[in-house]
C-alpha cells in the first residue's frame, strides 16, 4: 500500500537527533504518521510548508530548507485540496533537492489512474502508490518506485522472503 511506501522511504534513512524532514500541510495520515514517529524515537524535526492553492511550491521548500534537511515527502495529488505537482514543477524541485543531496519522495496515493505519472520525468527519487483507488485494484496493493541510482541510498528497514536477490546461510 502507498503506507508502506512511504514507511520504507522513512525508515529507509540513518536519521540522528535534529535531522529535518519537509511535508506539507495538505497531507493525509499517511505520509505524517510516519515522521511523527520518528521524531519520537529519533528526535527528528518536521518541517511543514504551505501548499494551498495558489503557493509556490519551489518557494516554499526554498524557504523551509537548512542545512539539516534530509528529506521531503509531499503529495503527488492532495486528498485534501486536490492540488496536483505539475511534472515541471516537480523536476525543478527535483533539481533544487538533488544538487543539496535530500531525497524526495512523492506520496502518489491519488496519482496513478487519475492523473498522467510519468516517474522518470516527475525527478523524485521514490514514488509511493496503491492499486485500490483509481487504479481499481484490492485494498492492500500498491507500488514504491525508487530511482535505480538511489537503489543503495534507501536502505531497508526490514526484510523477509523475497526482500532478496540470492540467499545463503552464510550471510
Known amino acids: 500500500s502507498t503506507s508502506e511506501g512511504i514507511s520504507i522511504a522513512a525508515w529507509s534513512q540513518n536519521w540522528m537527533p535534529g535531522d529535518e524532514v519537509i511535508v506539507s500541510n495538505q497531507e493525509h495520515p499517511a505520509n505524517v504518521v510516519p515522521w511523527y514517529v520518528l521524531r519520537d524515537r529519533f528526535g527528528i524535526?518536521?518541517?511543514?510548508?504551505?501548499?494551498?492553492?495558489?503557493?509556490?511550491?519551489?518557494?516554499?521548500?526554498?524557504?523551509?530548507?537548512?542545512?539539516?534537511?534530509r528529506m521531503v515527502s509531499i503529495s503527488h495529488v492532495s486528498r485534501n485540496n486536490g492540488r496536483r505537482l505539475r511534472t515541471d514543477e516537480s523536476a525543478a524541485l527535483s533539481e533544487l533537492l538533488r544538487a543539496r543531496d535530500i531525497v524526495y519522495h512523492l506520496d502518489g496515493a491519488q496519482g496513478p489512474?487519475?492523473?498522467?505519472?510519468?516517474?522518470?520525468?516527475?525527478?523524485?527519487?521514490?514514488?509511493?502508490?496503491?492499486?485500490?483507488?483509481?487504479?481499481?485494484?484490492?485494498?492492500?496493493?500498491?507500488?514504491?518506485?525508487?530511482?535505480?541510482?538511489?537503489l543503495d541510498r534507501i536502505q531497508l528497514s526490514w526484510a523477509g522472503s523475497h526482500s532478496h536477490a540470492t540467499m545463503d546461510y552464510e550471510g
Not at 487504479?135 to 530511482?147: C, H, N, Q, S
Open 113 to 150: 489512474g487519475c492523473v498522467e505519472v510519468d516517474f522518470s520525468a516527475l525527478g523524485c527519487d521514490c514514488y509511493s502508490t496503491c492499486g485500490h483507488k483509481w487504479l481499481l485494484g484490492p485494498k492492500g496493493t500498491g507500488a514504491f518506485f525508487v530511482r535505480e541510482d538511489m
Open 45 to 69: 524535526v518536521m518541517r511543514e510548508i504551505n501548499l494551498d492553492a495558489g503557493t509556490d511550491l519551489i518557494d516554499e521548500v526554498r524557504q523551509a530548507l537548512s542545512s539539516r534537511t
